[in-house]
C-alpha cells in the first residue's frame, strides 16, 4: 500500500463558518408578510417549527428565540421565559385557553423539549414604524441539553428565510357602512392566529390573518333578546360586498343555519366555511366570505363583479356558533390547504376596543350582549392599516 505523501490530511476545509452539529432542526411555514397594523407598527407573524434531532430519552430546555437580520445578525425581536412558554407548544396540543384547555407545565422550566418531539413557536414580531423590515430573517436558538451529568449549553443560528416584498392587498370593506366588531384577526392567541392545520400531509396555518366580523349596535351590543334565536344577533342577514373587483372562482350553497349558540357538530372538512364565496382579485390572491345565509348568495362562478358589488348576506352556517362573517385574504381558490398572507383597509376609524379576551364564537354564551367595549390608544382615523384584534371601527 502507498504511503500518504507529506501534508496528507493538511488543507483548508469548505465547510461554512460556524457548521456544527444542532440539536433542534427548524423551518417556517410560511414567507414572513410585513403588514402595518392599527397600532402604526410593521407586523411579521409566522411559525418556526423545531424538531428535536436528540434521542427520545433526552431533554432539551429552550432558553430564548432572536430573530435577527440575516445580513447584519441585528436582533430584531427575542423571546423568553415566560414568555416565550405562551408563544411555544408540542405540535397537536389544543389551543390553550381554548374550551378551557390549560396544558401542564410541561417540565421544570418553562419550555422543555422531549427528544424527538416537535414544536411550533408562534413569532408576532410589531417593528416601529421607522424600521425597516429586514430583506432576510434568521433564526438564533440558545438554551441547554439536559444530561445526566448536568446541562450543556448550545447555541445556533439556523432557518434562514425571506421577507415577502409584494405589499399586502389594500381593500375597501367587506360588510356595508357601520360599526363592526374585528374579532379574532392578528396578532396573538386566536384561533385563526394558532390554528395548526394538518392538511394532505403538511402542517399550515391557513386562516393566520383572518378576522370574524360582527355588526355592533348603538349601545355596544352584537345580540339582544333571545341568544338562542339568530335574529337576536345584528350581523343576522346583514349585507356582504366585494372589497375589490374580481372574479368569482367558487360558490358553496344551501347548508343551513345553524341554532345559536351551542357549538355545532364539526362539520365535514368541505362545509368548514360553510356557505361561501370566492372571489379572485390579483394573481395569487383570493377573497374568501365564509358562514353565508343559505340561498342569499348573489352571484355564480365565473361573474365578474366591481368593488362594492352586493354578493350575499351572513348566516350561521359550516362551523359557526353565531352568526358573523369569516373573512380572509387566501393564496389558492381552495381555503384547504392555503396560506393567510396579511391585507389592509382603505380608511375605516377605531372606536374602542373589547377587554379582557372573549372567544367570540361563542358570544350567546355571554351573560349579555353588550361588548365590554373601552377606549383604545389607536382609536381615530385610520388608512391602509390591519384591524388589530378585538378592535371595534367603523366603516
Known amino acids: 500500500m502507498a504511503s500518504a505523501g507529506p501534508g496528507h490530511g493538511v488543507g483548508t476545509t469548505r465547510l461554512a463558518p460556524g457548521t456544527q ?72 396540543d389544543p389551543l390553550p385557553g381554548a374550551n378551557g384547555y390549560t396544558p401542564a407545565p410541561p417540565g421544570p422550566t418553562p ?8 414544536w411550533i413557536i408562534w413569532i408576532d414580531l410589531a ?18 441539553v439536559l444530561t445526566p451529568s448536568g446541562p450543556s449549553a448550545f447555541e445556533e443560528t439556523v432557518q434562514t428565510t425571506p421577507t415577502a416584498r409584494t405589499a399586502p392587498l389594500d381593500l375597501a370593506p367587506p360588510v356595508r357602512p357601520g360599526t363592526w366588531y374585528a374579532s379574532e384577526s392578528c396578532c396573538g392567541n386566536t384561533h385563526h392566529r394558532r390554528g395548526l392545520a394538518p392538511i394532505n400531509g403538511r402542517l399550515d396555518v391557513p386562516q393566520r390573518f383572518a378576522i370574524d366580523w360582527y355588526r355592533v349596535g348603538e349601545q355596544g351590543q352584537a345580540w339582544e333578546g333571545d341568544p338562542t334565536q339568530l335574529t337576536s344577533y345584528l350581523s343576522y342577514r346583514q349585507p356582504v360586498v366585494a372589497a375589490a373587483g374580481g372574479r368569482v372562482v367558487e360558490v ?20 368548514t366555511v360553510g356557505n361561501h364565496i370566492t372571489l379572485e382579485v390579483a394573481p395569487g390572491r383570493y ?46 381558490a381552495e381555503f384547504f390547504p392555503t396560506d393567510s ?7 375605516f376609524r377605531v372606536l374602542g376596543h373589547v377587554e379582557p379576551r372573549i372567544w367570540d364564537d361563542n358570544l350567546g354564551l355571554q351573560p349579555t350582549g353588550v361588548l365590554p367595549i373601552t377606549p383604545s390608544p389607536y382609536d381615530g382615523r385610520h388608512r391602509k392599516q390591519y384591524p388589530l384584534d378585538r378592535e371595534v371601527l367603523k366603516f
Do not use: C, W
Not at 57 to 85: N, Y
Open 252 to 271: 358553496q350553497d344551501g347548508l343551513p343555519d345553524n341554532p345559536p349558540p351551542v357549538s355545532p357538530t364539526v362539520p365535514p372538512i368541505q362545509d
Open 21 to 92: 452539529f444542532t440539536p433542534l432542526t427548524a423551518a417556517v411555514l410560511t414567507e414572513p408578510s410585513p403588514v402595518e397594523a392599527t397600532d402604526g407598527r410593521t407586523h411579521l407573524s409566522y411559525e418556526l417549527i423545531t424538531t428535536s434531532a436528540l434521542s427520545s430519552a433526552t431533554q432539551l430546555r429552550l432558553d430564548r428565540v432572536d430573530v435577527q437580520d440575516a445580513r447584519t445578525h441585528r436582533v430584531i425581536g427575542s423571546m423568553s421565559g415566560q414568555e416565550l412558554a405562551d408563544a411555544a407548544n408540542p405540535v397537536g
Open 127 to 144: 417593528l416601529d414604524g421607522d424600521r425597516p423590515v429586514p430583506k432576510a430573517l434568521e433564526h438564533h436558538l440558545s438554551g441547554a
Open 341 to 347: 398572507p396579511p391585507f389592509t383597509f382603505h380608511a
Open 287 to 332: 377573497l374568501l366570505y365564509g358562514h353565508l345565509h343559505a340561498g342569499s348568495l348573489n352571484v355564480r362562478e365565473g361573474d365578474r363583479v366591481e368593488t362594492g358589488q352586493l354578493l350575499a348576506l351572513i348566516g350561521n352556517s359550516g362551523n359557526s356558533t353565531t352568526p358573523h362573517l369569516h373573512f380572509q385574504v387566501m393564496t389558492t
Open 111 to 118: 419550555t422543555v423539549i422531549q427528544g424527538s418531539q416537535q
